[in-house]
Protein backbone atom coordinates (compact mmCIF):
# COMPACT_ATOMS: atom_id res chain seq x y z
CA UNK A 1 0.00 0.00 0.00
CA UNK A 2 1.26 3.53 -1.00
CA UNK A 3 0.07 6.37 0.44
CA UNK A 4 0.97 9.93 1.03
CA UNK A 5 0.91 12.73 4.00
CA UNK A 6 2.11 15.92 5.09
CA UNK A 7 3.77 14.89 8.27
CA UNK A 8 4.37 11.32 9.07
CA UNK A 9 5.31 10.70 12.95
CA UNK A 10 7.35 7.53 14.54
CA UNK A 11 6.42 6.82 17.90
CA UNK A 12 3.06 7.27 19.30
CA UNK A 13 4.32 7.94 22.83
CA UNK A 14 3.53 11.84 24.61
CA UNK A 15 5.39 13.69 22.32
CA UNK A 16 4.63 12.01 19.03
CA UNK A 17 0.90 11.91 20.42
CA UNK A 18 1.05 15.74 21.01
CA UNK A 19 2.28 16.49 17.84
CA UNK A 20 0.18 14.66 15.56
CA UNK A 21 -2.58 16.08 17.35
CA UNK A 22 -1.33 19.47 16.90
CA UNK A 23 -0.32 19.14 13.59
CA UNK A 24 -3.79 17.34 12.23
CA UNK A 25 -5.17 20.52 13.83
CA UNK A 26 -3.06 22.68 11.84
CA UNK A 27 -4.76 20.80 9.05
CA UNK A 28 -1.82 18.68 8.17
CA UNK A 29 -2.33 14.91 7.10
CA UNK A 30 -0.41 13.22 9.47
CA UNK A 31 0.42 9.27 9.83
CA UNK A 32 1.68 8.39 13.16
CA UNK A 33 3.47 5.10 13.47
CA UNK A 34 4.42 2.85 16.34
CA UNK A 35 5.88 -0.75 16.55
CA UNK A 36 4.14 -1.20 19.77
CA UNK A 37 0.37 -2.76 20.12
CA UNK A 38 -1.10 0.36 21.69
CA UNK A 39 -0.07 3.59 21.97
CA UNK A 40 0.84 5.75 25.11
CA UNK A 41 2.65 2.76 26.90
CA UNK A 42 4.62 4.62 29.24
CA UNK A 43 1.93 7.21 29.85
CA UNK A 44 -0.20 4.75 31.02
CA UNK A 45 2.16 3.16 33.83
CA UNK A 46 3.58 6.32 35.02
CA UNK A 47 2.95 7.93 38.13
CA UNK A 48 1.71 4.65 39.64
CA UNK A 49 -0.87 4.67 36.61
CA UNK A 50 -2.15 7.93 37.50
CA UNK A 51 0.11 9.86 35.04
CA UNK A 52 2.36 12.96 36.89
CA UNK A 53 1.47 14.52 33.52
CA UNK A 54 3.15 18.18 34.53
CA UNK A 55 4.90 19.81 37.20
CA UNK A 56 3.97 23.75 37.43
CA UNK A 57 7.30 24.55 38.56
CA UNK A 58 8.92 24.03 35.15
CA UNK A 59 11.77 25.64 34.42
CA UNK A 60 14.63 25.69 32.07
CA UNK A 61 17.41 24.67 35.27
CA UNK A 62 15.14 21.76 35.82
CA UNK A 63 16.43 19.69 32.84
CA UNK A 64 20.06 18.43 32.02
CA UNK A 65 21.70 18.88 28.32
CA UNK A 66 24.76 20.04 26.98
CA UNK A 67 22.80 23.05 26.07
CA UNK A 68 21.27 24.22 29.01
CA UNK A 69 19.41 27.09 27.12
CA UNK A 70 17.99 24.60 24.43
CA UNK A 71 14.56 23.48 26.14
CA UNK A 72 14.18 26.96 27.15
CA UNK A 73 11.93 28.02 23.51
CA UNK A 74 10.03 25.41 23.37
CA UNK A 75 9.01 24.94 27.29
CA UNK A 76 8.07 28.99 27.59
CA UNK A 77 5.86 28.80 24.23
CA UNK A 78 3.76 25.56 25.49
CA UNK A 79 3.39 25.50 29.40
CA UNK A 80 2.07 23.14 31.88
CA UNK A 81 -0.95 25.47 32.71
CA UNK A 82 -1.42 24.89 28.59
CA UNK A 83 -1.70 21.46 28.86
CA UNK A 84 -3.88 21.71 32.19
CA UNK A 85 -6.27 24.06 30.42
CA UNK A 86 -6.39 20.68 28.05
CA UNK A 87 -6.92 18.37 30.70
CA UNK A 88 -9.73 20.35 32.29
CA UNK A 89 -11.19 20.92 28.68
CA UNK A 90 -11.51 17.05 28.73
CA UNK A 91 -13.14 17.13 32.30
CA UNK A 92 -10.02 15.04 34.03
CA UNK A 93 -10.22 15.35 37.51
CA UNK A 94 -6.51 15.95 38.77
CA UNK A 95 -4.72 17.15 42.15
CA UNK A 96 -1.45 18.17 43.05
CA UNK A 97 0.88 16.26 45.09
CA UNK A 98 4.18 17.37 46.51
CA UNK A 99 6.94 20.06 44.61
CA UNK A 100 4.54 21.13 41.86
CA UNK A 101 3.49 17.26 40.60
CA UNK A 102 0.57 16.98 38.60
CA UNK A 103 -1.37 13.78 38.70
CA UNK A 104 -4.99 12.48 37.32
CA UNK A 105 -7.36 11.74 40.21
CA UNK A 106 -8.31 8.35 38.27
CA UNK A 107 -5.92 7.20 35.46
CA UNK A 108 -3.45 7.35 33.02
CA UNK A 109 -5.83 6.00 30.47
CA UNK A 110 -7.34 9.24 30.66
CA UNK A 111 -4.38 10.82 29.46
CA UNK A 112 -3.98 8.70 26.03
CA UNK A 113 -7.64 8.87 25.63
CA UNK A 114 -7.57 12.93 25.66
CA UNK A 115 -4.84 12.63 23.74
CA UNK A 116 -6.30 9.99 21.09
CA UNK A 117 -9.38 11.90 20.92
CA UNK A 118 -7.50 14.94 20.10
CA UNK A 119 -5.93 12.90 17.05
CA UNK A 120 -9.23 11.22 15.97
CA UNK A 121 -10.51 14.98 15.35
CA UNK A 122 -7.42 16.38 13.83
CA UNK A 123 -7.73 13.25 11.19
CA UNK A 124 -4.85 11.92 12.38
CA UNK A 125 -4.25 7.97 10.73
CA UNK A 126 -2.70 5.59 13.62
CA UNK A 127 -1.09 2.82 12.86
CA UNK A 128 0.23 0.68 15.59
CA UNK A 129 2.02 -2.49 15.66
CA UNK A 130 3.77 -1.68 12.40
CA UNK A 131 7.49 -1.40 12.57
CA UNK A 132 9.57 0.80 9.95
CA UNK A 133 12.09 -1.14 7.68
CA UNK A 134 13.72 1.68 5.94
CA UNK A 135 13.83 5.52 5.52
CA UNK A 136 15.07 7.28 2.79
CA UNK A 137 15.01 10.69 1.44
CA UNK A 138 14.88 12.61 -1.42
CA UNK A 139 13.93 15.81 -3.11
CA UNK A 140 10.11 16.13 -2.24
CA UNK A 141 10.87 14.61 1.45
CA UNK A 142 10.65 11.69 2.78
CA UNK A 143 9.64 7.99 1.82
CA UNK A 144 9.15 5.52 5.10
CA UNK A 145 8.92 1.80 4.29
CA UNK A 146 7.27 -0.31 7.26
CA UNK A 147 6.09 -3.96 7.16
CA UNK A 148 2.63 -3.07 5.72
CA UNK A 149 2.97 0.26 3.53
CA UNK A 150 5.25 2.69 2.00
CA UNK A 151 4.35 6.15 2.91
CA UNK A 152 5.68 9.20 1.50
CA UNK A 153 5.84 12.57 3.36
CA UNK A 154 6.99 16.08 3.07
CA UNK A 155 8.33 16.12 6.99
CA UNK A 156 9.45 13.51 9.34
CA UNK A 157 9.14 13.58 12.89
CA UNK A 158 11.46 11.30 15.13
CA UNK A 159 9.36 10.49 18.66
CA UNK A 160 10.59 7.37 19.77
CA UNK A 161 11.76 7.86 22.30
CA UNK A 162 15.48 6.63 23.99
CA UNK A 163 16.03 2.59 25.57
CA UNK A 164 14.69 2.97 28.55
CA UNK A 165 12.16 0.70 30.01
CA UNK A 166 12.73 -1.91 27.06
CA UNK A 167 10.16 -3.81 28.24
CA UNK A 168 7.96 -1.57 27.05
CA UNK A 169 9.25 -1.73 23.39
CA UNK A 170 11.78 0.73 23.76
CA UNK A 171 14.91 0.90 21.77
CA UNK A 172 17.99 2.77 20.14
CA UNK A 173 15.88 3.47 17.01
CA UNK A 174 15.66 7.11 17.52
CA UNK A 175 19.71 7.35 18.02
CA UNK A 176 20.01 5.06 14.27
CA UNK A 177 18.06 6.79 12.35
CA UNK A 178 19.62 10.30 13.62
CA UNK A 179 22.85 9.07 12.63
CA UNK A 180 21.89 7.72 9.15
CA UNK A 181 21.17 11.68 8.95
CA UNK A 182 24.29 12.78 9.99
CA UNK A 183 23.13 13.79 12.70
CA UNK A 184 24.95 14.08 15.83
CA UNK A 185 23.97 11.79 19.17
CA UNK A 186 25.26 12.38 22.87
CA UNK A 187 26.37 9.14 24.23
CA UNK A 188 22.64 7.98 26.31
CA UNK A 189 22.80 6.96 29.78
CA UNK A 190 20.65 5.68 32.13
CA UNK A 191 18.75 8.24 34.30
CA UNK A 192 15.89 9.00 37.16
CA UNK A 193 17.60 5.15 37.86
CA UNK A 194 18.28 2.83 41.16
CA UNK A 195 21.83 2.61 42.15
CA UNK A 196 24.08 -0.08 43.16
CA UNK A 197 26.19 -0.71 46.07
CA UNK A 198 28.85 -2.91 47.03
CA UNK A 199 31.75 -3.43 49.15
CA UNK A 200 31.54 -1.83 52.74
CA UNK A 201 28.03 -0.04 51.56
CA UNK A 202 26.58 -3.47 50.71
CA UNK A 203 26.62 -3.79 54.59
CA UNK A 204 23.22 -1.35 54.39
CA UNK A 205 21.76 -4.02 51.93
CA UNK A 206 20.44 -5.34 55.63
CA UNK A 207 18.06 -2.10 55.70
CA UNK A 208 16.17 -3.18 52.37
CA UNK A 209 12.99 -2.09 52.32
CA UNK A 210 14.04 1.17 54.95
CA UNK A 211 13.29 4.62 53.46
CA UNK A 212 13.64 7.70 55.51
CA UNK A 213 13.27 11.89 54.36
CA UNK A 214 16.97 12.84 52.97
CA UNK A 215 19.63 15.67 50.98
CA UNK A 216 21.10 13.27 48.12
CA UNK A 217 24.06 15.53 46.80
CA UNK A 218 26.07 14.58 43.57
CA UNK A 219 28.33 17.35 42.88
CA UNK A 220 26.68 20.36 42.60
CA UNK A 221 23.24 18.97 42.24
CA UNK A 222 21.34 17.81 45.70
CA UNK A 223 17.56 17.18 46.38
CA UNK A 224 15.82 16.63 49.59
CA UNK A 225 13.00 13.87 48.95
CA UNK A 226 13.11 9.72 50.38
CA UNK A 227 15.52 7.83 49.94
CA UNK A 228 14.92 4.01 49.91
CA UNK A 229 17.49 1.52 50.75
CA UNK A 230 16.89 -1.77 48.62
CA UNK A 231 18.56 -5.41 47.91
CA UNK A 232 20.77 -3.67 45.78
CA UNK A 233 21.87 -0.39 46.35
CA UNK A 234 19.93 2.93 46.95
CA UNK A 235 16.78 4.07 45.10
CA UNK A 236 13.94 6.55 46.37
CA UNK A 237 12.97 9.88 44.42
CA UNK A 238 16.09 11.66 46.16
CA UNK A 239 18.31 9.34 44.72
CA UNK A 240 16.91 8.59 41.17
CA UNK A 241 17.14 12.50 40.57
CA UNK A 242 20.87 12.39 41.79
CA UNK A 243 21.29 9.41 39.42
CA UNK A 244 21.05 12.10 36.34
CA UNK A 245 23.83 13.69 37.66
CA UNK A 246 26.11 10.45 38.58
CA UNK A 247 28.63 9.22 36.71
CA UNK A 248 30.71 6.11 37.23
CA UNK A 249 33.28 6.90 39.99
CA UNK A 250 31.49 9.68 41.34
CA UNK A 251 30.49 9.62 45.20
CA UNK A 252 26.75 10.27 46.49
CA UNK A 253 26.53 12.09 49.86
CA UNK A 254 23.07 11.44 52.03
CA UNK A 255 22.12 13.92 54.19
CA UNK A 256 20.41 11.80 56.95
CA UNK A 257 19.03 14.52 59.29
CA UNK A 258 18.33 17.60 57.02
CA UNK A 259 16.06 19.30 59.54
CA UNK A 260 19.61 19.12 62.34
CA UNK A 261 21.17 22.91 63.35
CA UNK A 262 24.87 22.71 63.79
CA UNK A 263 26.43 21.22 66.90
CA UNK A 264 23.10 19.53 67.85
CA UNK A 265 25.07 16.50 69.56
CA UNK A 266 27.14 19.10 71.61
CA UNK A 267 23.80 20.57 72.79
CA UNK A 268 22.23 17.52 73.45
CA UNK A 269 25.01 16.07 75.59
CA UNK A 270 25.14 19.13 77.70
CA UNK A 271 20.60 19.28 77.65
CA UNK A 272 20.63 14.96 78.38
CA UNK A 273 24.49 13.55 79.45
CA UNK A 274 22.51 10.24 79.89
CA UNK A 275 21.54 9.82 76.54
CA UNK A 276 22.51 7.76 73.82
CA UNK A 277 23.11 8.30 69.67
CA UNK A 278 20.93 5.22 69.76
CA UNK A 279 18.01 6.81 71.35
CA UNK A 280 18.93 10.26 69.75
CA UNK A 281 18.87 8.83 65.92
CA UNK A 282 16.04 6.25 66.79
CA UNK A 283 13.66 9.85 67.09
CA UNK A 284 14.52 11.25 64.25
CA UNK A 285 14.91 7.87 61.72
CA UNK A 286 13.52 4.13 61.34
CA UNK A 287 14.63 2.02 63.95
CA UNK A 288 16.76 0.28 61.51
CA UNK A 289 18.36 2.60 60.01
CA UNK A 290 19.25 4.55 63.26
CA UNK A 291 21.31 0.99 64.80
CA UNK A 292 22.94 0.57 61.35
CA UNK A 293 24.48 4.10 61.40
CA UNK A 294 24.88 4.05 65.51
CA UNK A 295 27.07 0.98 64.89
CA UNK A 296 29.13 2.34 62.20
CA UNK A 297 29.98 5.29 64.19
CA UNK A 298 30.87 3.13 67.28
CA UNK A 299 29.33 5.50 69.89
CA UNK A 300 27.95 3.28 72.62
CA UNK A 301 26.74 4.16 76.13
CA UNK A 302 25.97 7.84 77.01
CA UNK A 303 27.26 10.84 74.74
CA UNK A 304 28.85 12.62 77.76
CA UNK A 305 31.37 10.08 77.29
CA UNK A 306 32.07 11.08 74.04
CA UNK A 307 35.09 13.83 73.49
CA UNK A 308 33.52 17.04 71.95
CA UNK A 309 35.31 15.98 68.85
CA UNK A 310 34.29 12.58 68.58
CA UNK A 311 30.83 14.02 68.55
CA UNK A 312 31.52 17.01 65.55
CA UNK A 313 32.92 13.80 63.91
CA UNK A 314 29.68 11.83 63.87
CA UNK A 315 27.98 15.47 62.87
CA UNK A 316 29.85 15.31 60.00
CA UNK A 317 29.19 12.09 59.23
CA UNK A 318 25.46 11.95 59.40
CA UNK A 319 25.11 15.30 57.04
CA UNK A 320 27.23 13.99 54.58
CA UNK A 321 27.50 10.37 54.39
CA UNK A 322 29.92 9.04 51.58
CA UNK A 323 28.42 6.64 49.79
CA UNK A 324 30.52 5.49 46.44
CA UNK A 325 28.02 3.22 43.66
CA UNK A 326 29.35 1.11 41.87
CA UNK A 327 26.21 1.37 38.81
CA UNK A 328 23.18 1.80 37.94
CA UNK A 329 20.50 -0.69 37.94
CA UNK A 330 20.48 0.68 33.89
CA UNK A 331 18.19 0.82 30.93
CA UNK A 332 15.84 -1.57 32.48
CA UNK A 333 14.98 0.39 35.34
CA UNK A 334 15.57 3.93 34.12
CA UNK A 335 12.49 6.02 33.83
CA UNK A 336 14.22 7.78 31.49
CA UNK A 337 17.53 8.70 29.35
CA UNK A 338 20.24 11.22 29.50
CA UNK A 339 21.88 11.70 26.03
CA UNK A 340 20.30 11.80 22.44
CA UNK A 341 20.29 13.40 19.54
CA UNK A 342 22.41 17.11 20.23
CA UNK A 343 21.00 19.90 20.70
CA UNK A 344 23.25 21.13 18.19
CA UNK A 345 21.71 19.81 15.37
CA UNK A 346 18.28 21.08 15.99
CA UNK A 347 16.44 25.03 15.83
CA UNK A 348 15.11 25.28 19.85
CA UNK A 349 12.03 26.80 18.25
CA UNK A 350 10.98 23.73 15.85
CA UNK A 351 12.99 20.92 16.22
CA UNK A 352 13.93 20.95 12.96
CA UNK A 353 17.38 19.09 12.04
CA UNK A 354 19.45 22.50 11.03
CA UNK A 355 20.66 20.37 8.26
CA UNK A 356 18.43 18.41 7.07
CA UNK A 357 15.35 20.29 5.96
CA UNK A 358 12.02 18.60 7.29
CA UNK A 359 13.66 16.29 9.60
CA UNK A 360 12.29 16.67 13.28
CA UNK A 361 13.18 15.28 16.56
CA UNK A 362 11.07 15.72 19.90
CA UNK A 363 10.85 14.07 23.57
CA UNK A 364 13.34 12.09 24.97
CA UNK A 365 14.80 11.17 21.35
CA UNK A 366 16.36 14.64 22.06
CA UNK A 367 19.39 15.44 24.72
CA UNK A 368 17.10 16.99 27.01
CA UNK A 369 16.46 15.29 30.20
CA UNK A 370 13.73 16.71 32.96
CA UNK A 371 13.74 15.75 36.96
CA UNK A 372 11.50 13.26 38.35
CA UNK A 373 8.10 14.80 38.73
CA UNK A 374 6.22 14.98 35.67
CA UNK A 375 9.57 17.29 33.84
CA UNK A 376 9.94 14.82 31.40
CA UNK A 377 5.96 14.78 30.00
CA UNK A 378 6.14 18.58 29.87
CA UNK A 379 9.36 18.56 27.63
CA UNK A 380 7.27 15.91 25.75
CA UNK A 381 4.23 18.14 25.24
CA UNK A 382 6.48 21.16 24.46
CA UNK A 383 8.17 20.00 22.07
CA UNK A 384 5.72 18.01 20.04
CA UNK A 385 3.94 21.49 19.88
CA UNK A 386 6.81 23.43 18.51
CA UNK A 387 7.25 20.79 16.42
CA UNK A 388 3.65 20.97 15.31
CA UNK A 389 3.75 25.02 14.59
CA UNK A 390 6.42 24.02 11.73
CA UNK A 391 5.59 20.64 9.81
Not at 102 to 123: H, N, T, Y
Not at 153 to 168: Q, Y
Not at 224 to 243: C, D, K, M, Y
Request: charged share 20%; glycine share 10%.
Amino acid sequence: MNSSYDVVILGAGAAGLMCAAQAGGRGRSVLLLDHADQPGKKILISGGGRCNFTNIHCAPDRFLSANPHFARSALSRFTPQDFLAMVEAHGIAWHEKTLGQLFCDGSARQIVEMLLAACAKAGVVLRCGESVRQVTRHEAGFTITTDRQVAQARSLVIATGGPSIPKMGATGFAYDLARQFGLKVVEPRPALVPLTLSGDDALFRELSGVATDVVARCGKAAFREAALFTHRGLSGPAILQVSSYWRRGDPVAIDFLPEAEAEWLLRAKRATPRTTMRSLLRAALPARLADALTERLDLHGPIANAQDAALRKAETSLSHWPFQPTGSEGFAKAEVTVGGVSTAELSSKTMEARRVPGLFVIGEAVDVTGWLGGYNFQWAWASGWAAAQAV
